[in-house]
C-alpha cells in the first residue's frame, strides 16, 4: 500500500506570497491533518479534516486554512507568507476512528 | 504550556544494550498516547502506541510502559542497533480530538558501536 505522499517537497517564497501544499492520504485513509514542525516551537497540529469537513483545529490564525477533497486528498493554503512560517509542513493520514497516524515526508517551506 | 515534555534533548547508548527515551505528560485527559521516530528529512514513522487502559505495550524489541498516576511513559528498545539511532517523538491524544496529537520536543538517540 502507498505511504502518503506531499507535494511539493521543497518551496521557496517570499514575504506576503500565499502559498498551496497538497497531501494524498494512505489509500481508503479518510482523515488527513496539518502539522507544522519548527526548530523552536516542534511539532504543532495545525487542522484535521475528515469526509470533506473540518474535525479539529489547532491555534494558528485565519491565514492557514485547508480543505479536503472527496477523494480524501488535502490541500493546505497559507497566505500573506511570514518569515516565521518557515517550517516543515507534514500530512498525517488516518482512517478516522484510530488514533495511529501515519505521516508523509513534508514540504520545506522557506519564506524569504 | 507544554502538555507533553521530554526533558531529555539527546540521549547516547552503546550498541546492545537498553534505550529508555521518557516522556511527561499534564493532560489528564490524555487517553492514548504514540511513539514516533523520525530521521533528517522524512516524516515521522508511527512505532508503537499504548491505550491508557493498558500499562505495557510490546511490540518486538520495542516495549512502552505507562504509569497513569505519575503522568509517565517510557519507550524501552532491547537491543538498541545502530540504525535505531534518530530522534524520538512521544505525543498524546484525547479522545475528544482523536486525530490531534500533541507532541514532545523530542530526544536524539544516538546508538554508539
Known amino acids: 500500500k502507498a505511504g502518503v505522499t506531499q507535494t511539493p517537497r521543497y518551496l521557496i517564497k517570499t514575504r506576503g506570497q500565499q502559498v498551496t501544499l497538497s497531501c494524498s492520504p494512505i489509500s481508503g485513509h479518510r482523515s488527513v491533518s496539518w502539522y507544522q514542525q519548527t526548530p523552536g516551537q516542534g511539532l504543532q497540529f495545525l487542522f484535521e479534516?475528515?469526509?470533506?469537513?473540518?474535525?479539529n483545529k489547532g491555534n494558528f490564525p485565519g491565514r492557514f486554512s485547508g480543505r479536503q477533497f472527496s477523494n480524501s486528498r488535502s490541500e493546505m493554503n497559507v497566505s500573506t507568507l511570514e518569515l516565521g512560517d518557515s517550517a516543515l509542513y507534514l500530512c498525517a493520514s488516518s482512517s478516522g476512528s484510530t488514533y495511529e497516524q501515519f505521516f508523509g515526508p513534508g514540504t520545506r517551506l522557506t519564506v524569504l | 504550556d507544554q502538555q507533553v515534555k521530554q526533558n531529555s534533548p539527546s540521549l547516547s547508548v552503546q550498541e546492545g544494550r537498553i534505550s529508555i527515551l521518557n516522556c511527561d505528560y499534564t493532560?489528564?485527559?490524555?487517553?492514548?498516547f504514540l511513539w514516533y521516530k523520525k530521521y533528517p528529512a522524512e516524516g515521522p514513522t508511527f512505532l508503537i502506541s499504548?491505550?491508557?487502559?493498558?500499562d505495557k505495550n510490546e511490540d518486538g524489541r520495542f516495549t512502552v510502559f505507562l504509569n497513569k498516576s505519575a503522568k509517565h511513559l517510557s519507550l524501552h528498545i532491547v537491543p538498541s542497533q545502530p540504525g535505531d539511532s534518530a530522534v524520538y517523538f512521544c505525543?498524546?491524544?484525547?479522545?475528544?480530538?482523536?486525530?490531534?496529537?500533541?507532541f514532545g520536543q523530542g530526544t536524539r538517540l544516538t546508538i554508539n558501536p
Open positions: 505525543a498524546a491524544s484525547a479522545y475528544q480530538g482523536a486525530q490531534k496529537l500533541v
Open positions: 499504548i491505550s491508557s487502559i493498558k
Open positions: 493532560n489528564s485527559m490524555f487517553d492514548y
Open positions: 479534516y475528515f469526509s470533506e469537513t473540518q474535525r
